[in-house]
């Protein structure tokens, strides 16, 4: 006979008194026509849902929201599901970054005010995945991850192409003059063709990866794509799981571990992740309290590139979940001693005992560390006097003859100079140069805009030239390519030394070495730095947009707020009446 006290639920402060206030919430509740025993001691879920037409990614999470809705139900909860702001990548100017702390604090705020027992967090799009996570660490009540799922392998002229990688692929052809304008346009529909998030190891793929390997997801949630009727299993599932998460007080502190975010940043290598994983790490890491810096991403150095994935490699998502998904990289990698087997997930159990029988079904989608895609593809952190608080690059998008690279800065001053001269036939810029790119960071887009990829001059691309090095304080898309460097810290909004480079300067990047230097002195570099900071002036914006500039911090340190940093909990308000 279990004489176990039943958990008092954190919904009870709303829903469990005889007296005024309990009349008043459960009163209005039942307008909804939600009948009286559900009120008695049962969990409450909420569904926090990132669904928008705005945010194409995430136009299909009402279905989802239904399926985990069942779920609860089943598993004896209530669910209520309530939105949150939706953040979406392809829609929102200036940038999707720009509101990811706006999103965190709805998500943060929403919880903690309502009578929610547990949350599952509903998300797709690129930066939905890192708010909705960094709002829920603040709050640190039970909360599980359902992701929407990649849309399925785009079909350009017989051939699989890649989202977002498509567009950076034919558009240098259509500035090179390969292909016309008509052609150009055509490929429009054959990239998008079902629902769900980008198809590539882009950012919204990369981080559904970080999502599952930190265990804050049940297993496959990365790769199943947004179509397949596993995927809708997937939810339902997820919704029993969070009620048995409330009852056992598995909450978020518990799952979020520094060896969970160890763990992350080696899966990041292994599947040839995006370069914004470093910057949401590092954000999610500091709701949470877990100490994390950008030198841990040295862990991923040694790391082989082992998912085949675009814009890395060759397959699609759609490929990779058919090959065994996120569970069959973990497999090998825990197999190698390269994971910490010690970290616990959402279902209660390790991340090594979810994965350790997971089977991979194609080794040219999945391959062998032994015979990897990338021998050490791990995000690299650069430091320097151009760099003294870090920039990274991912090698395993960038070209080989590249990695180590001395060149004459071309620089644009911002994205419209950069726009307005890259045409330019009389620029003065060849293969051999580096283009520096200011004023693109967090507080100089604003929003640190997915501009860093810059494309190359036409009349280069004219002769054959598809690469070159390319520095700023911007990010890149995840689906992108290329020698980038990026997130150079401090930015040069904020006088860091990449706002005194001048055309001409030479730069040295040294990628194995973890090295990029500006060739100028000590002294020079001041003296530059001292006459900027004369005369530069900082705009008044009003609105969010100044409350953004005056407390996003810097990329090293995740561009989360600097009042949003830490976990808040979830201490039950006082009454509103």
Same mark, same amino acid.
């Given at each position: 006979m279990n004489n176990k006290k039943p958990k008092t639920l954190r919904s009870a402060s709303w829903f469990g008194s005889d007296d005024k206030n309990g009349f008043m919430y459960r009163s209005w509740m039942k307008n909804q026509g939600i009948p009286e025993h559900h009120f008695q001691n049962k969990p409450v879920i909420g569904i926090c849902n990132t669904w928008s037409e705005l945010t194409p990614c995430n136009g299909h999470l009402r279905e989802l929201a239904q399926r985990v809705k069942n779920g609860i139900r089943e598993a004896g909860g209530i669910p209520v599901e309530f939105p949150v702001f939706s953040n979406g990548e392809s829609n929102l100017r200036p940038s999707a970054m720009l509101t990811r702390n706006?999103?965190?604090?709805?998500?943060?705020?929403?919880?903690?005010?309502?009578?929610?027992?547990?949350?599952?967090?509903?998300?797709?799009?690129?930066?939905?995945?890192?708010?909705?996570?960094?709002?829920?660490?603040s709050c640190d009540l039970p909360t599980i991850v359902v992701t929407g799922g990649p849309?399925?392998?785009?079909?350009?002229?017989?051939?699989?192409?890649g989202s977002g990688t498509l567009v950076w692929e034919l558009h240098q052809e259509y500035k090179a003059g390969n292909i016309s304008l008509a052609a150009f346009m055509n490929a429009e529909a054959d990239m998008s063709r079902?629902?769900?998030?980008?198809?590539?190891?882009?950012?919204?793929?990369?981080?559904?990866?970080?999502?599952?390997?930190?265990?804050?997801?049940?297993?496959?949630?990365?790769?199943?794509?947004a179509v397949d009727s596993r995927r809708q299993v997937l939810a339902h599932m997820s919704g029993m799981r969070i009620v048995d998460m409330v009852k056992e007080d598995l909450t978020l502190s518990k799952i979020l571990s520094r060896d969970a975010f160890i763990n992350a940043i080696k899966v990041n290598a292994a599947i040839g992740g995006s370069t914004n994983a470093v910057i949401h790490l590092k954000a999610i890491a500091g709701r949470i309290g877990v100490e994390l810096s950008l030198d841990d991403w040295r862990h991923g150095y040694t790391v082989p590139t082992i998912v085949n994935l675009k814009p890395s490699g060759q397959y699609l998502m759609e490929d990779f979940y058919y090959a065994g998904g996120l569970p069959a990289v973990l497999r090998q990698l825990f197999e190698h001693d390269l994971l910490s087997k010690n970290t616990l997930t959402v279902n209660a159990a390790s991340l090594w005992d979810n994965v350790k029988e997971a089977p991979c079904y194609n080794q040219e989608v999945i391959m062998s560390l032994e015979k990897p895609l990338v021998e050490n593809g791990g995000i690299r952190v650069l430091r320097g006097n151009l760099a003294p608080? =870090?920039?990274?690059?991912? &090698?395993?998008? !960038?070209?080989?003859?590249? #990695?180590?690279?001395?060149? $004459?800065?071309?620089?644009?001053?911002?994205?419209?100079?950069?726009?307005?001269?890259?045409?330019?036939?009389?620029?003065?810029?060849?293969?051999?140069?580096?283009?520096?790119?200011?004023?693109? =960071?967090?507080?100089?887009? &604003?929003?640190? !805009?997915?501009?860093?990829? #810059?494309?190359?001059?036409? $009349?280069?691309?004219k002769k054959g030239i598809k690469d070159m090095v390319r520095i700023s304080d911007a990010r890149m898309s995840g689906t992108a390519f290329g020698t980038v460097v990026l997130h150079v810290a401090p930015e040069a909004q904020a006088l860091g030394p990449l706002a005194a480079v001048q055309n001409g300067d030479m730069i040295a990047l040294d990628t194995y070495a973890g090295t990029l230097q500006l060739e100028i002195s000590d002294q020079e570099l001041q003296a530059r730095l001292d006459k900027l900071a004369a005369v530069k002036s900082i705009p008044v914006n009003g609105g969010y947009l100044s409350l953004f500039k005056e407390h996003v911090l810097q990329a090293d340190e995740g561009c989360d707020f600097d009042f949003l940093v830490g976990c808040r909990g979830a201490e039950i308000p006082a009454h509103s009446h």
């Open positions: 706006l999103a965190a604090m709805d998500t943060e705020e929403a919880i903690r005010g309502n009578p929610i027992d547990g949350v599952v967090l509903l998300v797709g799009c690129d930066k939905t995945t890192p708010a909705l996570l960094m709002g829920a660490a849309m399925l392998n785009g079909k350009h002229k017989g051939k699989d192409v079902s629902t769900g998030t980008c198809n590539t190891m882009g950012t919204a793929s990369t981080m559904a990866c970080m999502v599952e390997t930190l265990g804050v997801s049940l297993p496959h949630n990365a790769a199943i794509p608080r =870090g920039a990274v690059i991912k &090698p395993s998008a !960038a070209s080989s003859r590249l #990695m180590q690279h001395r060149g $004459k800065a071309v620089v644009f001053e911002s994205f419209d100079d950069y726009n307005a001269r890259i045409g330019d036939p009389e620029l003065d810029i060849d293969e051999n140069s580096i283009m520096v790119l200011k004023n693109c =960071g967090p507080k100089g887009y &604003p929003g640190m !805009a997915e501009v860093g990829n #810059m494309g190359l001059p036409p $009349k280069l691309l």
